[in-house]
């Protein structure tokens, strides 16, 4: 493992939104059968072709840490949450399409992983009615992810992804909206594809002009399963209410 290019990428947003469909999905193209409620934190990995196509291609693996718990949780539980947030090189942020409160959260989320001392100065989805000088100086890609698509009646979805489009705008991201159910939705060539594409690229690139490739502290805690990475939990594998 020590010899392979790779990048870490926390997946974050409220219980309940997803985010372990998605990163089954995004690791493996197939839909997860049975989810369950993430405890601390758990890791899969994706294998990335960085700029596909081109001479500077190169393979990475995508490390996706999909943090458990609530944006709402103890200071004591975000302290311990907190040790997932190091040497971070993307966030994606995940929200219910088909709740409002997911949507609103991930200013909250975003905030404690970027560790801002900072308290929501408005509602984010709304009006958009907050300081945006506060992620200026934001150097780590993010990247929105809008879940259940499939649970918006047409009639609706008109409204609803006008609504959520203020987060792409306000965390200066891309966003993707899909549905975790359908493998479709990330099929090679579509816009969504090509959207995650440029992220991981944009994550590769803001890594390697800033970072050397271990992640201190979890260098020979790594062991392949299966054909995927597992993490030996030990102190790190910590236990947040849902």
């Known amino acids: ?14 219980s309940g939104v997803g985010k372990s469909s998605l ?4 690791c493996h193209n197939q839909v997860l059968g049975n989810p369950s409620w993430t405890v601390g934190c758990s890791v899969d990995v994706r294998l990335h072709e960085y700029r596909e196509g081109t ?10 840490w999909d943090v458990g718990g609530s944006v709402g949780s103890a200071s004591s539980v975000k302290s311990t949450r907190a040790v997932f947030y190091n040497a971070v090189n993307g966030i994606i942020l995940v929200h219910d399409l088909t709740n409002k409160k997911s ?5 909250r989320w975003s905030l404690e992983a970027l560790n801002r001392d900072l308290q929501p100065t408005g509602v984010l989805v709304t009006n958009g009615d907050y300081d945006r000088e506060q992620f200026a100086d934001n150097q780590i890609p993010l990247l929105v992810i809008g879940t259940k698509l499939d649970q918006i009646p047409e009639a609706k979805r008109n409204e ?3 609504r959520t489009a203020f987060l792409a705008e306000d965390f200066n991201a891309e966003e993707i909206n ?3 159910t359908n493998t479709h939705n990330l099929a090679a060539g579509s ?8 992220f991981f690229d944009k994550v590769i690139e803001k890594r390697n002009s800033r970072e050397g490739n271990l992640i201190p502290g979890f260098s020979d805690r790594k062991r392949f399963v299966g054909g995927s990475l597992h993490y030996d939990r030990g102190p790190y594998w910590l236990d947040c209410e849902e």
């Not at 990163?23 to 995004?26: G, I, P």
Request: hydrophobic share 45%; aromatic share 6%.
């Open 1 to 14: 493992m020590a010899s392979l290019d790779r990048v870490k990428v926390l997946v974050l947003g409220d």
């Open 103 to 107: 949507s609103q959260n991930l200013y």
């Open 191 to 198: 816009s969504n594809a090509v959207k995650l594409s440029r």
């Open 55 to 64: 001479p500077e291609e190169k393979t990475y693996y995508i490390e996706l």
């Open 23 to 26: 990163v089954h999905l995004l």
């Open 178 to 180: 899909l549905d975790c």
């Open 160 to 162: 609803v992804l006008t």
